[in-house]
């Protein structure tokens, strides 16, 4: 494992903003990640898609600023759903019986048809 | 494999969460060192990172800046990552499981990181000794050829 930051980007598909993750979610970058995260929630997006298929892992520390992020957009009416959580990122879900808490798709693009 | 054929690295650091990346990215070199592989590197990553937060945020209560050492050992047998901090008395193995999570009902953040850490590892272990908790992280994969090979 040669990557040890978290690389946030950003891109827009019709109304929905797309944020993609890549390399670890851990207790030093999380609170970056939910500032983000929370920061678009309040700037008024209404559809926010997070995609971990670039993640590498992920630590309570991720689970925990997801879980913020999702009260936030809650109490904004926005939709927060994720997607290509696989592998074992998602074992890691499992683990946190997480996997029912959050909205999650398969894929983006399935993803994107359901915020459509 | 002989007694001698294990290899250690000490990290001392301060209790903010930025300093945790010292940590890691120790961790990591090990890991490159020793073609440690991917999954139970990263699930040894995931665990001192759930304990090692665990300490920067709740070992101290006094608001000043504390020292705490993260000792990392390779054996054959696998690696063990001992936590040694002078503060609040923690024993992780008594610590309660997270609730399960309610369907239809958001789980309370936190309480989470304990839980994940001690699925992640073969073992942990705790003991308070000399006014400070002394926890173990061990998990177990052969590295027997790769730690003999660094030994040459």
């Known amino acids: 494992m040669n990557t040890s930051a978290l690389t946030i980007g950003q891109t827009r598909a019709g109304d929905v903003c797309v944020v993609t993750l890549s390399g670890r979610i851990d207790s030093t970058n999380a609170n970056e990640m939910m500032e983000q995260l929370t920061r678009l929630i309040s700037s008024g997006e209404k559809s926010i898609l997070v995609d971990f298929g670039a993640v590498l892992y992920l630590t309570s520390a991720a689970f925990r600023a997801l879980l913020v992020a999702t009260d936030e957009a809650e109490r904004s009416a926005a939709k927060f759903v994720l997607c290509s959580v696989a592998g074992h990122v998602r074992e890691l879900f499992e683990m946190g019986g997480l996997l029912e808490v959050f909205t999650i798709h398969n894929s983006r693009d399935e993803a994107l048809k359901q915020l459509g | 494999m002989g007694r001698s054929m294990t290899r250690t690295v000490e990290i001392r650091l301060r209790n903010s969460l930025s300093e945790i990346g010292a940590a890691r990215d120790a961790l990591d070199g090990l890991g490159n060192e020793f073609s440690m592989p991917m999954k139970p590197l990263m699930q040894l990553q995931i665990a001192l990172d759930e304990v090692v937060s665990n300490v920067v945020k709740y070992s101290w209560q006094d608001g000043a800046e504390h020292e705490f050492l993260v000792r990392i050992t390779v054996h054959p047998a696998g690696v063990d990552v001992e936590i040694l901090d002078d503060g609040l008395a923690f ?28 699925k992640l590892l073969d073992d942990v272990k705790y003991e308070r000794t000399g006014g400070r908790n002394h926890t173990t992280l061990c998990k177990r994969f052969d590295l027997g050829a790769a730690v003999g090979r660094s030994e040459k």
């Open chain 2, 91 to 118: 024993d992780p193995l008594v610590a309660p499981a997270p609730s399960p999570p309610v369907p239809g009902q958001r789980p309370p953040p936190g309480g989470l990181g304990i839980h994940m850490a001690k």
